[in-house]
């Protein structure tokens, strides 16, 4: 409540050490020998104690529980592991951790029974320790203890950890804390990362990882964390999706390192491909500014390293920013006879630290430009004003009076060391070479343009028609119980429009006759297409015939099918031929939209390039449900068909909206149908007048049987719509009781400025006027998974001066609660603005965030309030809390009941 539950762990006071017999130090593991050396080298100032399980200890047993030390470190031979981590809960330590390698999973498994049986977090087993050099203690084998910095690092191999670590040794960089995971760790990267959100002495956090474990939790924890500072993340095994056989489009070309660049997109993080680009991409997140685009201003001195720049810029999808007429026509009589204002700004070899200056504020102030990258060559012989001191000094004077982000590139080695240093100590991030300072400023705008979609908190259904779910749900029963997965076209376009998706109408036809009557009443001309649901790509085996224009045609065409499709699969089963029209939009793109669903992350869509070379083109862009109209924009946006999508080769553009919409339909079938395992539109035929699905394939299996939960599939919890209600207020009107979101925040700001004094301080514990920015993107940005927090919205309605009406909303209250780590009880907290109170306001709040938390499956709900907050005291003995002292601090009453 006051602490996390892993400061005991990082920031302990006291340690508890099991390294062998202390008396015989040359009898230790090698790892012990390097912790016991890293701890007396680091200075840590807490009490040390050693114990040795093989002596005899029980009387400093006795002892040690009275005083309970904060974190035990366990360095043994592998025998003897098990029985020190049960001393250590015996004594009732805080916090473990144990220093290991190779150890199975099975005796993993068993260490972690324990650990949890004592109630203690445990890092490791497998684990080379941590780093807190800021309390000097280095608990582990991850190398000498860092400088003290504001980067965390979290990595889940021990050898990269002390790589980087080395590594950043010799470069300067410090650290707030080092964290060695392992593989087999008790404790995964989601609450380490929950913890580092937390964390003050933390400004942005790197992360190297393998694998997760949970999706759900591992996504919350990043986008909790991401909406507080930078997440810089690289992982490794790109390796494409498993290998069983793919029974649609987009299960064949989805990799699952292509899905995990959507799930990192989605968190608002960003991802880099090697470790050096771990700590270019931290230091320019560290930076005060953010860009708001990708248009990045080349100011040169050199051609051939601005030339190098622009390409690296076009090769990672960044713009090279032209500067205004009027920009130029200002900056040019600044600049010597030898600058050229093309596309870079070229200063010419003669340029001095001035003329520098002047590029670098006009570029800046320019509305064209979204960030300026600096470049530096020394010129053997230069002119007075050009040396790379005195050109540093004048741009770093410059930098941090512009708005907007300035990276710096000052090339060479010997020459501009000291430029370089002069650089970094004025906080401008500066880099040996163009391709890596470029790339440093497409971390910063990937980055804004990822905090973006972590804004987005969609509901599972959109603003549309509501779909017929429940027959969807009943068709896939029926298949399910028929033992197919796989549907046919007919059930496959059935499904797509009971979710209002636009379908070419269809009918199968079982002999010639049939199909040449059908082809009449649909009208010509028409499309064949054989219905088997063992062939997954049916023009494979002929199994396709377009424009069929005559019911002769029909006949032969129908006949040459089932003989061509026998022929090439004989043991295919062959339900007959569907009949369909032509789609009828000569002007329209072939477009695929798919689903796929990956382990771990679940459902993903995907977008793209449609028809019979689609595995070949491999155009895909994708995105996790749910989606909105922000999202379903930039999907399309991110694929190499969206060039097309406008007026192109004599054809109109086509209705995005309609492609948006259909884009979200789908984002509804998937959150309500979590049976869709695979699914296909291919092709989905648009153009300006809306789009149409021609062909579909749909594959289902049994929904997992952990299903109690809604959205239980769903690696990203959809906004809760279903817990809006209107509540009536006591002097008239009503409020609005919902779930709280990311677009909240002027509002709640608002609440928080206009509490009293003592209201505030008795909420927050705290004399602040007002939320800073980053507590408020916490409490507004939040993941409905593991916490809830529901505003009491009033509406006004005002007349204005010329007889239109207007209307405001204002946060009149909030309640929230915050699941606590043993996953089954919460803390929460309650504020109602000053002139709402003795209305019943609070009460309501209390009792609709505890009826949340109960659905949840939590057991108890708890807080702390102050001893003199009568009003609130009140409150909970009236809701029948238990409210009793708070032993850690007497300020504090703890207030709990059993849900």
Known sequence: MDKHFLTPLFTPRSLVVFAGDAAHPDSAMPLARVLLQSLEDSGFSGPITRLDIEGEITAKLSELAQTRADLAIIALPDAQIEAALEIAGRIRCRAALVLSSGLPQSTCATLHAVARRHGMPLLGPNSLGFQRPSAHLNAGATGPLSQTGPLALVSQSGALTTSIVDWARHNGVGFSTVVSLGANSALGLAEVLDYLANDSATHSILVYMEGIRNARRFMSALRAAASIKPVV???????????????????????????????????????????????????CLASRYRPVGKRLSIITNGGGPAVLAADWANEIGLEVAHLGDSSRIQLAPQLGPQAALGQVIDLGEEATGTHYAAALQVASADTGVDGALVIYSPKPGGLPGTEPDTVAQAVADVAHAQGKPVVACWMGDETVRGARTLLAQHAVANFRTPESAVEAFGNLASFYQNQQLL?????PLSTLDSPDAEGARLLIESVLAERRQVLTEMESKALLAAFHIPVTRTMLARSANEAMLIASQLGY???????????????????????????????????DMLAAVAKAQPGARIHGVTIQPMSGKPNGRELYIGMTTDDPFGPVITFGAGGTMI????????????????LARRLIERARVAETLGPWRGAPAVDIEALEQVLLRVSEMVCALPQLREMDINPIIVDEHGGIAVDARVVVDQAAPSASQPYHHLAILPYPAGLEKEWPLKGGGLCTIRPIRPDDAEMLQALVRGLSSESRYFRF???????????LARYTLIDYDREMALVAIRHHRQANDDGSFSDREEIIGVSRYITNPDQTTCEFSL?????????????????????????????????????????????????????KPYPEDPDFRLCTQLL
């Not at 095994?237 to 070309?253: E, L, N, Q, V």
């Not at 006027?769 to 980053?774: K, N």
């Open 615 to 630: 595995e070949l083109i491999a155009d895909r862009a994708m995105e996790l449900p749910p989606l909105n109209q922000f």
């Open 525 to 559: 001309p028409v499309a064949l297409k054989i219905d088997s649901p063992d062939i997954s790509h049916k023009s494979d085996v002929r199994g396709v015939a377009l424009n069929v224009m005559t019911a002769t045609q029909v006949r032969d065409t129908f006949n």
């Open 455 to 459: 804004q987005q908190t969609p509901p």
């Open 233 to 283: 993340v690289m992982k490794a095994g790109r390796k494409p999706a498993g290998t069983h056989a793919a029974r649609t489009h987009s299960a064949a070309i989805v990799g699952s390192d292509d899905v995990f660049e959507a799930a990192l997109r989605r968190a608002g993080v960003v991802r880099v491909r090697a470790f050096t680009q771990l700590f270019s991409a931290a230091k």
């Open 765 to 775: 514990v705290s004399a602040m006027q007002e939320m800073p920015a980053r507590m």
């Open 831 to 883: 504020v109602v603005a000053d002139n709402m109170a003795g209305q019943g306001l609070g009460s309501r709040l209390m009792l609709s965030i505890m009826d949340v938390a109960r659905a949840k499956g939590l057991s108890e709900i708890q807080g702390l309030v102050l001893t003199n907050n009568d009003s609130m005291l009140r409150l909970m003995r009236g809701l029948h809390f238990e409210v």
